[in-house]
């Protein structure tokens, strides 16, 4: 969630370390726009998650995340 250029995460509320606007440290963001037969349609919901709290909803999941390296980091 951004707050006056700021980010938090949606879960446990922290406040996601910047500088000069580049976040320094892990975090996921999502960003999805419900469609037609969906409970949900034409609403949009955008939230941001910290590496722990990515962490702990990922470890919930049934069928684990696909997970691969990669060679050029961003």
Known sequence: MK???KIFCNRCGKELQQREDVVREGYFSADVSFGYFS???GL???WD???SCYDALTDS???PVEESEVSELV
């Open 49 to 51: 998650l910290c590496e």
């Open 44 to 46: 949009r919901h955008r």
């Open 3 to 5: 707050r006056e250029n």
């Open 39 to 41: 409970n949900k349609d």
């Open 61 to 63: 999941f049934r069928i």
